[in-house]
C-alpha cells in the first residue's frame, strides 16, 4: 500500500466564476481504462502496424513490429526543425531527434520529470536546471530551451520554467536543437536551443494498450494507462487515451513531493485523401513542493569532505544587504558532518496548480505539391507557490495564451531549358543542376494574458538559515524584522511587499520589473517566411525572414496601491532572419553554415510582460540573439554510423531586473556526436561538448548581482555578512554553474529473447560557483545503468541511477539561467544510488 500523503495547507486563490479545480483519485481514473497502454515512464508498446499518418508540421511517428530488440535511434529520418521535409543529415543544424527508446535508455523521465543530468547523456551540451520538477525543457548551451508543443510555442513560461511540473506522459518524442529557432516556429525568449515535443498519435490500425507501474526508492510511485485504436469500421477516425498519476517522494527530505493526476486524449479523422484533423488535449493537477532552496552555504569543505559551516542568528535578526547584518564569524559555529539529504526548505513550502491545453492541427492537400495547414494551440494554467526560506512567491490567478498558425506550404522545381542540361553544371565541383524549391509561408498570431503576483526581490536569503541546528519552520524570512520592515513600504525596493488578494500571509511586489508581477494582455502577428533552394544535387540555400510585431497593454494587478499604480501600452517589432548553406561532398558527407539573428523579448516568471515605474521600455524587447554554426555531418557504414562536428558562437542575451540594457552573453565552443547501430541487437552513442561562455557587463553601470558574492567560507574568515545581496564591478565574467567540457557514452544490447541491458557514463569538468572564482565543484563522473526484459505481452525494466554510488554536486542554476545569482547560496547534492522497476503489461 502507498503511504498516504498529507493534505497541503496551502490553497489556491479563490477561483473566479466558472473556472474550478478538478481533483480525482488514482482508483477512478484508472477505471476508465479497464486495459490500458504506453504511457512513456514504462516500457512502450511498440504495435505490428505505424501510426497514423501525422500533419507534416510534426515528423512522421512510426513504430515496428516486435519486442525485441531495441527500436532504430539513427537520427536520419526527417526532423520537424524548420517545418519542411528535410533529413538530419540535411538540416544545418546540430539536431537531435529523441524517441521513446533513448528517453528510457537515459532515464529522462525516470522520475516523473526530467532529471537534470539525463538529457546530458544524450547532448553533452544538454545540462538542465535544478528545479526540481518545474522545468519544462532541458537547457542547452547554458540556458532553457524554448519549448514547442507540436509545432506551437509554450510562452506562458519564463527561461523553460513553467512554475508547475509538466506531464511527460504525453510525449511521444521530441526534437532538440542547439541554438535558436527558425523563421516557421518563430522565438519569443532568449533561450539556448529549441525543444519540439511530438505528443502521442491516435492509432488507427487496431485497438491497443498498455498500463504500467513504476516503483522506485526514496517513495517513487507512478503508474498509467494508455490505450487507442479505431473508432470506425473504416478506419478513418481514431483516437489515444493516456492517464498517468504520480505520488512521489524524495531523496531530499523533509517534506519534498510531487504529487500530480495527468490526463491526455488525441483524436485523429481522415475522412478524404486530402484532408485530415487532429485534435490534442491534455489536463494535470499538482500538488508539489517547490524546490527553491537546496543545501545552503555550500563551500570547498562542504564539497570535498562533507562538512557544513553551522552558527545562526535570531530568526528577528536576520538581514539582507550589507546594513545592520553583522560579520558571519561573530556566530558562526563549527563545521559539522551533514546528511547529504539535507535541503534548506521549511515544510510549509507549497506548490499548487491545475493545468490544460487543446491543440489542433489541420492539413489540406490543394493539389501535387501544394498543402495548406493550420494549426491552434490555447493553454490555461492556475497556480500558486509559496518557497518561505528563499523567500519566493508566485501566484497565477488563471493564465492563458492561444495561438494559430496558418501556412502553405509548396513544392515544385524551376524549368531548366535544353541548353542548361547539357551545360557543365550537370557534374564537378557544383553537382547537377536542379532549381527545386520547397516554401513554408504562412502568418501566425497569439493573444496572452498574465495576472501574476511575484514576490522575488529578496529571492536568495537561504544562508541564513542553519539547516543543521534549527527547526526547519524557522526557516522563514517573514519572520524577520527585516521583512516586516518592507510590508506596506512603497519606498522599499520594488514597491515593497503587499498582501497578495484573498491570501492572507502571501506577499508580492508590485514594481518588481523582470521579476514577474503584472496584470499583462498582449497580442502578435508574425508574418514569416522559410525557403529551401535545393540549386544542385551537391548545393542548397536554405533562408527565412519573420517579423513579430507584439502589442502590449500592461499594468499593476490588482492589490496594487493607488500611489504606486502604473499602466502603459506599446507595440514593438521583433525581426528575425535565418539563412544556412549546405554542401554535399558525397553523399554522405555533409558540410554546412548557419546564421540566426533575431530579436527576442523579456517576459516575467509566467510569460507575461511588466511594467516598471517608467512603464515598458524598449529594453524588454531590445534583446539580440545570434548564432554562427558550421560543421560536417556524415552518415556512413551503409547508414549505421552517423556522426557530426560543429563549431559555433552563439549570442544570448541576459535581461536585469532593472531598466537597463541587456547584458550580452556569448557561449563559443566545438561540440562532435556519433551514434552507431551496427545491427538490430547493438547501438552506441557518444558525444564531447567544449564551451566556453562569457558575460560582458563592460558597458553597464554594475557587473553581475549574486545574493551573496563570496563563499561562506571566505565570509568566516574576513567575518563578512551573509546573504549581502551585492554586485561585482563591470567586466567580462566567464559562466558560473557551468562545466567547460562534458563527455558522454552510451551502448544497449538486446538479445533476441528480449533481454537487454545499457551502460551510460557522463564527465564533467569543474563548475564555479561565484564570479570570484574561488570556489569550485570539481571533475566528476556518473554511471547509470538499465536492465530490461521484453516480451510481447509484458515488459519488465530495472534502472539503475548513480551505479558506483559517486558522490557529486551541482551547481543551483547554471550557466546563463536567471537564478544562477543564488549559486554561493545553494549547491545540489546529486543523488546516490538510487534504483528503479516497471512492469508493463501490453495487449
Known amino acids: 500500500m502507498r503511504p498516504r500523503r498529507r493534505k497541503s495547507r496551502l490553497s489556491l486563490p479563490p477561483p473566479r466564476p466558472g473556472s474550478g479545480i478538478f481533483r480525482s483519485s488514482a482508483a477512478a481514473l484508472l477505471s476508465l481504462f479497464l486495459l490500458c497502454g504506453n504511457a512513456g515512464y514504462g516500457e512502450p508498446f511498440e504495435p505490428s502496424a505505424p501510426a497514423a499518418e501525422t500533419p507534416t508540421v510534426l515528423p512522421e511517428v512510426s ?9 532504430d535511434v539513427l537520427p536520419t529520418d526527417s526532423s520537424s526543425v524548420y517545418g519542411l521535409d528535410l533529413s538530419v543529415l540535411d538540416t544545418p543544424r546540430q539536431v537531435t531527434p529523441i524517441n521513446q527508446t533513448m528517453m528510457r535508455s537515459s532515464g ?32 542547452v548551451r547554458g540556458m532553457a530551451a524554448q519549448p ?74 507512478m503508474w498509467g494507462a494508455d490505450i487507442g485504436g479505431p473508432i470506425d469500421k473504416e478506419h478513418k477516425v481514431a483516437y489515444r487515451l493516456s492517464y498517468m498519476g504520480i505520488e512521489n517522494g524524495s531523496y531530499y527530505q523533509p517534506d519534498v513531493h510531487n504529487d500530480q493526476q495527468n490526463v491526455y486524449l488525441a483524436l485523429g479523422a481522415r475522412p478524404t485523401d486530402n484532408y485530415s484533423v487532429d485534435l490534442y488535449s491534455d489536463f494535470g493537477t499538482y500538488d508539489f513542493t517547490p524546490m527553491m532552496e537546496w543545501m545552503n552555504r555550500p563551500t570547498s569543505s562542504l564539497i570535498q569532505n562533507g562538512l557544513y559551516s553551522t552558527g545562526s542568528l535570531p530568526v528577528s535578526q536576520v538581514q539582507i544587504g550589507t546594513i545592520n547584518n553583522p560579520g558571519f564569524a561573530s556566530y558562526a559555529g563549527p563545521l559539522e558532518p551533514i546528511s547529504r539529504r539535507m535541503i534548506a526548505n521549511n515544510p510549509e513550502s507549497q506548490g499548487l496548480g491545475y493545468t490544460g491545453f487543446v491543440q489542433l492541427v489541420q492539413r489540406l492537400q490543394l493539389g501535387e505539391g501544394l498543402q495548406l495547414r493550420n494549426n491552434t494551440f490555447a493553454y490555461y494554467g492556475r497556480n500558486s507557490v509559496v518557497a518561505p526560506a528563499a523567500y519566493y512567491t508566485e501566484v497565477a490567478m488563471g493564465d492563458y495564451e492561444i495561438d494559430n498558425r496558418t501556412e502553405l506550404l509548396a513544392q515544385f522545381a524551376t524549368p531548366i531549358g535544353p541548353s542548361k542540361e547539357s551545360s557543365s553544371l550537370e557534374s564537378g565541383l557544383l553537382g547537377k543542376l536542379l532549381l527545386q524549391h520547397q516554401i513554408d509561408t504562412g502568418v501566425e498570431w497569439g493573444f496572452e494574458h498574465n495576472l501574476d503576483y511575484e514576490s522575488q526581490m529578496w529571492f536568495g536569503s537561504s544562508n541564513a538559515w542553519d539547516i543543521l541546528r534549527t527547526n526547519p519552520t524557522s526557516w522563514n524570512l517573514t519572520q524577520t524584522a527585516f521583512f516586516r520592515s518592507l510590508i506596506r513600504n512603497p519606498s522599499a525596493p520594488g514597491g515593497g511587499e503587499w498582501p497578495i488578494p484573498g491570501m492572507p500571509g502571501v506577499y508580492f511586489e508590485p514594481l518588481n520589473g523582470s521579476a514577474g508581477t ?56 521583433l525581426p528575425m532572419v535565418n539563412a544556412s548553406a549546405v554542401y554535399k561532398i558525397y553523399p554522405w558527407w555533409t558540410a554546412y553554415f548557419t546564421y540566426n539573428w533575431m530579436y527576442v523579448a523579456n517576459v516575467g516568471a509566467v510569460g507575461g510582460f511588466n511594467v516598471y515605474p517608467t512603464g515598458l521600455p524598449n529594453s524588454s524587447f531590445d534583446l539580440q540573439e545570434q548564432l554562427f554554426e558550421g560543421g560536417f555531418k556524415w552518415s556512413l557504414l551503409h547508414d549505421k554510423l552517423y556522426a557530426s562536428v560543429a563549431g559555433f558562437s552563439q549570442q544570448i542575451p541576459l535581461f536585469n531586473f532593472v531598466d537597463v540594457s541587456p547584458t550580452p552573453a556569448t557561449v563559443t565552443g566545438l561540440e562532435a556526436n556519433l551514434t552507431y547501430q551496427p545491427d538490430r541487437h547493438w547501438w552506441m552513442r557518444a558525444g564531447y561538448f567544449f564551451a566556453r561562455g562569457v558575460e560582458d557587463w563592460s558597458g553597464l553601470p554594475y557587473g553581475p548581482p549574486m545574493s551573496q558574492t563570496y563563499s561562506t567560507a571566505l565570509a568566516l574568515r574576513a567575518d563578512l555578512p551573509l546573504n549581502n545581496n551585492g554586485n561585482y564591478p563591470p567586466g567580462a565574467y566567464p559562466f558560473i554553474g557551468w562545466p567547460q567540457q562534458v563527455l558522454n557514452a552510451m551502448v544497449t544490447y538486446q538479445a533476441d529473447s528480449g533481454f537487454g541491458a545499457t551502460l551510460s557514463a557522463l564527465v564533467m569538468s569543474q563548475q564555479f560557483l561565484g564570479y570570484n572564482y574561488a570556489t569550485a565543484i570539481p571533475w566528476q563522473y556518473l554511471l547509470n545503468a538499465r536492465i530490461f526484459y521484453a516480451q510481447p505481452k509484458w515488459e519488465v525494466s530495472l534502472w539503475i541511477y548513480n551505479l558506483t554510488n559517486e558522490p557529486y554536486w551541482l551547481p543551483y542554476a547554471i550557466g546563463s539561467m536567471p537564478d544562477r545569482t543564488n549559486d554561493y547560496g545553494g549547491i545540489v547534492a546529486g543523488l546516490p544510488f538510487w534504483v528503479q522497476g516497471t512492469f508493463a503489461w501490453k495487449f
Do not use: C
Open 108 to 139: 529522462m523521465t525516470a522520475q516523473g520529470y526530467i532529471d537534470p543530468l539525463s538529457t546530458a547523456f544524450l547532448i553533452p551540451g544538454a545540462i538542465s536546471e535544478n528545479s526540481g520538477g518545474m522545468m519544462a525543457a532541458p537547457s
Open 63 to 71: 513504430v515496428t513490429a516486435t519486442s525485441s530488440p531495441e527500436s
Open 148 to 221: 514547442y508543443i507540436n509545432g506551437i510555442q509554450f510562452t506562458a513560461l519564463e527561461a523553460g520554467m513553467p512554475l508547475t511540473p509538466f506531464n511527460w506522459n504525453m510525449v511521444e518524442s521530441e526534437d532538440i536543437t542547439e541554438g535558436p529557432a527558425n523563421a516557421v516556429f518563430g522565438q519569443e525568449q532568449a533561450a539556448g536551443g529549441t525543444v519540439n515535443y511530438i505528443t502521442k498519435q491516435p492509432y488507427f490500425d487496431r485497438f491497443r494498450g498498455q498500463m504500467w507501474d513504476t516503483t522506485g526508492m526514496y517513495e517513487n510511485y
Open 518 to 573: 503584472t496584470d499583462s494582455n498582449y497580442w502578435t502577428l508574425a508574418p514569416f517566411y522559410q525557403h529551401d533552394l535545393q540549386i544542385t544535387d551537391k548545393l542548397s540555400l536554405l533562408f527565412g525572414a519573420r517579423a513579430t510585431t507584439y502589442f502590449v497593454s500592461s499594468q499593476t494587478p490588482p492589490g496594487t496601491p493607488p500611489e504606486l499604480f502604473v499602466q502603459a501600452q506599446t507595440i514593438q517589432e
